[in-house]
């Protein structure tokens, strides 16, 4: 780099700050804030706290109080993804100060990582069976958010922090509704002076381009049906239909007898317009043969969630041999910054890494909002 005098530490610590303003789901997640001593390695496996979930009860003088274990539960937790951002210390040469430094490496290089890590932790949604709205419908109007409050009140999701992301187009449907845009009557005008739409119906919102569009890779030319008797408790059911072809994709909703299903793994590929062993969350009850099942068409996966309902972790990577690294790490989110020399094409390279993982706790805490 030109501007000798910024140090591998310094870049790290600078840049740190600016991807955690970046962040957007990973902030909303139930967060594992303990720290290794030693450097992890992509595809290691950790154990994280779960948080606790508890039930009331009605007390009944007659049996006494029902006591509930409160013991932390731990549940295995892979790193299994590594947000990268590689430069040739050439393409850095020009940045004579801090400021141009700023401008051409690290605020990019911040914005690339959090939208990478954003992106990948939105596409927990296929976790999620529970389903509002309309598939193909940008969501627009308050009976949005009235219909996901409505879910997840059923669920008996916590009232308390609940959040919802939503891509750039319902963003902008909401941001356009007159009871939010003239909300500065009533004090409030985020959405007409931030182009932010706030806090609506018990849900702090936000808005992220990593939303994900869901593909479903099946089609049918009638109606799909259960193949076979499916037992209570069963996890698999087999399909079929007239000229069924393609497969079931992970994330895929099924609609059995008023109730959803998310496909958890993609299913094999459809032969002699039947497919059998469809994995699906969460269990079934006793399903009879020929049951009609309705296929979610193609959405766009906006979340409204509890905090609980996913977790995000991230660990220090390890500190390569021979080469000038550095690893800092604030609230929970660890990053790495290594400088090094390409033998083979005999040029200095830098770069940015995180490691972490994203897990889906608790599924009835959060719902899909289809667009």
Known sequence: MANQMISIKELARLTLPRLLENLVFPNLCYRDLEQDITGRKLGDTIRIRKPVHLVAHDFDPAQGVTNQNINEDTVDFTLNRIATVDVGIEALEGASSLETLEQVFIQPAAAALAEKINREGLKMYQDIPYAVGTAGTTPSQLADFSAARK?????KAPVAGRCAVWDAE???????????VHAD??????????????????????????????ETG????????VNGTVQAGDTALSIDGSVLTGQLMKGDILVIDGKNYTVTQNSAVASNNAIAGVQVYPALPEVKDNADITLIPSHTANLAFCPMAFAFATRPLVAPAGVESYVTGFNGVNLRVVRGY?????RELLSMDVLYGFKTLYPELAVRVLG
């Open 151 to 155: 879910a997840l009140n059923l669920n």
């Open 170 to 180: 319902a963003d902008a449907a909401f941001t356009s509704l007159d009871c939010l």
């Open 185 to 214: 009557k009533a004090g409030r005008n985020e959405a007409l002076c931030e182009g932010s739409i706030g806090r609506v119906m018990g849900f702090d919102n936000y808005m992220s381009q990593g939303v994900s569009r869901h």
């Open 218 to 225: 099946i089609t049918a030319a009638s109606a799909v049906k």
């Open 342 to 346: 390409d033998m083979q094409h005999k």
